[in-house]
């Protein structure tokens, strides 16, 4: 078992158009707290203590968020657990010379060394309860699978009793409606894949190439998720996870909770 996060925060966020032309895509607010607030909380909640983000883009403004963040479990003394940011502009350069979901586990070799981390975007949410489900031990990796409706605008988890077989990305046929929901329990293996990719037909060095190499071995296994995933990728999911929230919060306070910082 881990308590340790790696959390991808370096892209532009272009999709969001121009709402992150002053602010990276993690820091837009969502009911008046930045939507990277949310997932820091879950992660907490879910018992990871050290969380170490990848930033790049306007990464002075997530230094500033985290300066006045706090954890939501008042009983969490702040010798208890450890926020660090690691530049990948510093590391590897801006975007146009290395880029792609695969970099910011390039950076964080030297941080994590010999242990077992989980991995994940910070435009994505995911549930206190799938949070701990992938946080696994022993000798194997793990990527977070959900069953979707339209799998072919995803990467779709090709299975093999248990086993993960390959990543298909948006497939053009239909092989499968378990994609890749873009969670992952690594082994430090995952580094030594890292090191062999090549750029990816679109320019990227892909995380999903490195798991791939993986795959090959038979050292990842699927972890199906339980609960409901966000990806926060466009200005509508501004007003979809707005309206969650508001439906949780309501949904607590029905069943005796106060509906405040809730979780899910």
């Not at 895509?25 to 050290?50: C, H, S, T």
């Not at 979707?148 to 990305?169: A, H, M, R, S, W």
């Given at each position: ?13 272009t ?32 018992g ?12 002075e ?86 069953y ?18 390959k990543?298909?990305?948006?497939p053009?046929k ?79 306070r ?11």
């Amino acid at each position: 078992m881990t308590k340790k996060v790696v959390i991808a925060a370096a892209g532009e966020g272009t999709r969001m158009l121009h709402l992150t032309k002053h602010k990276c895509k993690p820091l837009i607010r969502v009911e008046k707290r930045p939507f990277l607030a949310y997932l820091l909380d879950n992660l907490f909640r879910a018992g990871y203590r050290e969380l170490i983000l990848v930033v790049g883009y306007k990464e002075e403004l997530i230094k500033k968020f985290l300066s006045r963040y706090k954890p939501p479990l008042k009983s969490l003394k702040k010798s208890q657990y450890k926020i660090i940011m690691v530049s990948q502009y510093d590391i590897l350069g801006p975007k146009q010379k290395k880029y792609g979901t695969a970099c910011p586990l390039e950076c964080v070799k030297d941080v994590v060394k010999k242990n077992h981390f989980v991995y994940l975007c910070g435009d994505n949410l995911y549930s206190v309860r799938d949070l701990k489900a992938i946080n696994i031990g022993g000798r194997y990796s793990y990527v977070g699978g959900i069953y979707q409706k339209n799998p072919e605008k995803y990467g779709v988890l090709i299975t093999d009793k248990g086993f993960l077989k390959k990543i298909v990305e948006k497939p053009k046929k239909f092989v499968g409606n378990l994609i890749n929901a873009g969670l992952y329990k690594f082994t430090p293996e995952i580094f030594k894949k890292i090191s062999k990719i090549r750029k990816s037909p679109r320019g990227e060095y892909e995380i999903t190439d490195a798991v791939n190499l993986l795959a090959k071995e038979k050292k990842v296994k699927i972890k199906e998720l339980k609960d409901i995933w966000f990806d926060f990728g466009n200005p509508s999911d501004i007003a979809r996870f707005s309206r969650f929230l508001k439906a949780l919060k309501t949904l607590r306070r029905f069943l005796g909770g106060n509906g405040n910082r809730t979780s899910y």
